[in-house]
């Protein structure tokens, strides 16, 4: 038994050598490789690594092309990689959430962009008894929203014009999931203020401001009495994965919206810090 184990466990080490063989820039930016050159990179037989391939094809983490005959990193490779960097992003984010609604008071959020708009992984609700509802599974119009900036706020203009043609006039709230009944209305459409979104020159003008404040702000926008305030999040490759938000009443925010957001946009600087983001 001992002896089987020790086996299996060679065994997963080879597996993962492959992987990791065709992780490399050289499979990359072939587009994969052969089984003869996997062999020489690993320094194995060819029929015991062509084997190894086939199983490995069979679960889904390598494809092959059908006419090159190259392997390349499979799809659901790539799906658990999605899985478990979200999974890791949430892990390491609640911490910080918990700390920014104790420091503002407020409900706070983590955001996503899902299928072109935002969804919410997490919320913290405010200490206060008046707060504003938590978000945790629904889907809102990235453009209604701070943190839809936030999100899209790394994006060139080329993939805006794309991205905005499909979502720029989305509904506010898309999917609501599990989110409670809320004191506060949801607005057909946003009150009228400066700097309002009303289309793609609009959006792209408030982006920029958002990389240059380091943040979004958002009044009355969604919900009718409610301000927000969003910062993106980074990763180790410097590239947005996710925004922090706070939300408020806008009676006990008053004239404080700026100040809010820089305090949101500290707390992000931390989480992008804990993902490895380096300025």
Known sequence: MQGSSRRNSAGLARDIEVLEVLGRPEAVQAGGLGVVRIAALVGRDKTVVSRTLATLAESGLVDRDPDSQAYR??????????????????WNARGHLKRLAHVTRETAHLCVLRGGNVLTLLSELSPNRFHTTGWEGVTTAAWRTPSGRALLSDWDEGSLEVWYAEHGHDEGVLEAGERADSTFAVLAQPSPRPNSITDLDSLVSEL????????????????????????????????????????????????????????????????????????
């Not at 990193?73 to 949430?90: D, N, P, Q």
């Not at 938000?245 to 946009?265: F, H, T, W």
């Open 73 to 90: 990193l499979g799809s659901r490779l790539f799906a658990l990689a999605a899985r478990t960097a979200e999974g890791a992003l949430a």
């Open 208 to 279: 920029r401001r958002v990389r240059e404040r380091g943040y979004a702000t958002s009044d009355e926008e969604l919900e009718r009495g409610v301000v927000a305030a969003s910062a993106p999040v980074y990763d180790f490759t410097s590239r947005v994965v996710a925004a922090l938000n706070v939300s408020a009443p806008k009676e006990r925010i008053g004239a404080q919206l700026d100040k809010l957001g820089r305090i949101v946009a500290g707390a992000a600087r931390d989480l992008s810090a804990a993902l490895g983001h380096q300025v």
